[in-house]
């Protein structure tokens, strides 16, 4: 997997491109500004895209480069604040996702390799399934033997990062640098209350718990 990270600003640009680095995503960064032949040649060897910018009217500008040639890229825009109007973008599809600073990377590096696995197995990757629970990425809905399950938003991504990582033993830190932020209070008993309110969802009626406590280590979903 290689990301390019396009910048307004080259030396924020290489802070970031430092914060991807550390979640094992190589990024090639380059400037909105560099000539098009070079440009041409970074979208041409890359998976995926990076928008880091710091006036909203150049996101056009990032788009029109990216979209010179055929490939549909997964692109993921970095902004120094929340503005209404990424929101259209997202509706146009123009975009995939938007984050603001502080920049969670765990959390981007995550979306990211979601949006470009999706895009190399959209037939198998978007339903997740473990014995009679069953998970649609894409339309976010939950269901239990055919049975609807509905999640606030911030229980819909726990599961879903609980089963991406099936058999594994998740930290709370983990969790919630992955799921929250990293920068997110690890004192915090945010967790343990989202596990909880999981746990009544969609272990109440089932024989065989999905939801596993290691004591002082974590959890386990399986």
Known sequence: MQSLLIAEDFHQGQFVQQGFKYESIPTKL?????????????????????LLFHRLELLDTFLEKIHVSDRVLPTIALAQGYDPRLLEYLRTQKIQHFFTRPFPFRVIANEIRTLVYRQREPSTYQILKMRDLEVNRDTHEVRWKGQSIQLRHKEFILLEFLMLNTGKL?????????????????????????????????????????????????????
Do not use: M, P, Q
């Not at 709370?172 to 989202?194: G, K, P, Q, Y």
């Open 170 to 222: 998740l930290s709370r830190e983990t969790i919630l640098e992955s799921v929250w932020d990293r920068n997110a209070n690890i004192f915090t008993n945010t967790v343990d209350v989202h596990i909880n309110k999981l746990r009544k969802k969609i272990d109440y009626n089932v024989s065989e718990k999905f939801i596993h406590t290691v004591h002082c280590s974590g959890y386990i979903f399986s």
């Open 30 to 50: 380059i400037s909105v500004y560099d000539k098009d032949d070079e440009f041409n040649a970074a979208i041409s060897s890359c998976d995926s895209v990076f």
